[in-house]
């Protein structure tokens, strides 16, 4: 567990959240980002 981090926790609550048909928009939103995510990655 030495080389867990908190990126790793919060990468996991997200990808659990969307897994469990969790809209992006909430998802993003709980995670506290500013740009959607369909305009981040399009960049």
């Keep these: 567990m030495e080389d ?7 990468h996991t609550a997200a990808t659990r959240l ?4 969790i809209p992006l928009h909430a ?7 500013s740009i959607p995510l369909p ?4 960049l």
Excluded: M
Aim: hydrophobic share 40%; no cysteine.
């Design 18 to 21: 969307v897994e469990s048909s």
């Design 4 to 10: 867990l981090r908190f990126h790793d926790l919060r």
């Design 39 to 42: 305009i981040k990655y399009e």
């Design 27 to 33: 998802v993003a939103k709980l995670l506290g980002h």
